[in-house]
């Protein structure tokens, strides 16, 4: 059973950042897999936020945080993380982890205008 562990959310004001962490254990074989971030605002969809290719290192973003987020990982430690810089009100949302078809509990980022 993959176990996936989201940390670092929190308050921040607009224009601050955030660093997300998402730790992954449980099955020796999700090493290789790519990693994903996604979030859900209140009342929306879940949507596609960054994800990274695990042996490449090769990252792609959503058009809305391109430029501001940056999706990296630890290939020893079996994290990705997720820098958030300037940040704006409509960042707020729970930020979920993923390597398919695993989830992380999610953590809740607010962004105060």
């Known amino acids: 059973q993959v176990r996936l562990v989201e940390s670092g959310g929190g308050l921040v004001q607009a224009g601050g950042s955030l660093r997300l962490s998402c730790a992954a254990s449980?099955?020796?074989?999700?090493?290789?897999?790519?990693r994903g971030w996604y979030r859900q605002a209140p009342g929306k969809e879940r949507e596609f936020v960054a994800t990274?290719?695990?042996?490449?290192?090769?990252?792609y973003y959503a058009r809305s945080v391109a430029g501001r987020f940056t999706i990296s990982r630890d290939n020893a430690k079996n994290e990705v993380y997720l820098q958030m810089n300037s940040l704006k009100p409509e960042d707020t949302a729970i930020y979920y982890c993923?390597?398919?078809?695993?989830w992380g509990q999610g953590t809740q980022v607010t962004v105060s205008s």
């Open positions: 993923n390597i398919h078809p695993w």
């Open positions: 990274i290719n695990w042996s490449s290192g090769s990252a």
């Open positions: 449980g099955g020796t074989f999700v090493g290789t897999f790519d």
